[in-house]
Nanobody, 126 residues
Framework: QVQLIESGGALVQAGGSLRLSCAAS?????????VGWFRQTPGKEREFVAC??????YYVDVVKGRFTLSGDAVKNTVYLQMNNLKPEDTAVYYC????????????????????WGQGTQVTVSS
């Protein structure tokens, strides 16, 4: 069982930056699992944002060049650095984890991730 706790959400102006954190605890550390970020707005499905699996990182096209994943193995924490934020980035951001996966795994789907945090709100004002 893996527990995930997100933090770092806030209200920020367009063009600003935030760093979200996802701290993992439980029976294993963050680097025994792939860690992903999804986001969700009211009435919409949870949307894939980014994930790290082994040393590979994947990003949805709309955040490439603006969002960056990084990690701290000592703290069992994964970070999502978000730069040049836009109003359309406004959402509740969720951290997720799944056992390290092989090529072909459908990481874009929320149902592919069994462990979830509680979410953190990011609001970008125009």
């Amino acid at each position: 069982q893996v527990q995930l706790i997100e933090s770092g959400g806030a209200l920020v102006q367009a063009g600003g930056s935030l760093r979200l954190s996802c701290a993992a605890s439980g029976r294993t550390g963050a680097y025994d699992y792939a860690v992903g970020w999804f986001r969700q707005t009211p009435g919409k499905e949870r949307e894939f944002v980014a994930c790290q699996n082994w040393n590979d990182r994947y990003y949805v096209d709309v955040v490439k060049g603006r969002f960056t994943l990084s990690g701290d193995a000592v703290k069992n924490t994964v970070y999502l650095q978000m730069n040049n934020l836009k109003p359309e980035d406004t959402a509740v951001y969720y951290c997720a984890a799944t056992p390290l996966f092989s090529p072909g795994y459908d990481y874009n789907r929320a149902t592919s991730w069994p462990y979830w945090g509680q979410g953190t709100q990011v609001t970008v004002s125009s």
